[in-house]
């Protein structure tokens, strides 16, 4: 039974006096919302301090997820910007082809959910955002299961949620990434 489907059946039965007891709202519809249905797994928490920017710190717990939010045909996510190219913050490698990329490609990663196992290398993804789109390739897992160590650039796990894009990306939707940092954008598979 669908979320619309189980919330409009619970409604009824409001009306109609038959429930008892309030349930909470399944879905609320907003992409950052839809991640509250994949909870996290566990939690990442290291011992030791880094000094880069967005690094890990010590003691902090970090949530883990083997999930993403289901995807649409305009899933809801949050693009962050990455340099794919060697020693960028991307850290090693790009995971689909074992190989760097220049940060004028337009290329992105996924979160661990969404990656799906690398179901979704080499494949093209449409991104909306700022009222322009653009095609990106996967090429690259944006780890939500594992980070704060040198192969993820001493970085967090990724959130279950993210669309980890290079600097093309950001230019083809007219957006400057290093000013922004983060953007709320829909994505679907091209």
Known sequence: MTTTTTNRLLAALAITGLVLVSFPRLSRGDGRELAEECRPSGT???????????CCEKGQAYPTYTCSPPTTARTKAVMTLND????????GPSECDDDYHQNTELVVALSTGWYANGERCGKNIQISANGKQTVAKV??????????????????????????????????LGITGEEVGEIDITWSDA
């Open 139 to 172: 090429v690259d897992e944006c780890d939500s299961q594992r980070g704060c160590d040198e192969e993820h650039a001493f970085q967090p796990p990724c959130r279950n949620n993210i669309v980890d894009a290079s600097q093309a990306v950001w230019d083809s």
């Open 84 to 91: 794919f190219e060697p020693g960028g913050d991307g850290g």
């Open 44 to 54: 990442l928490t290291p011992t030791r301090s880094y000094s880069c920017q967005d």
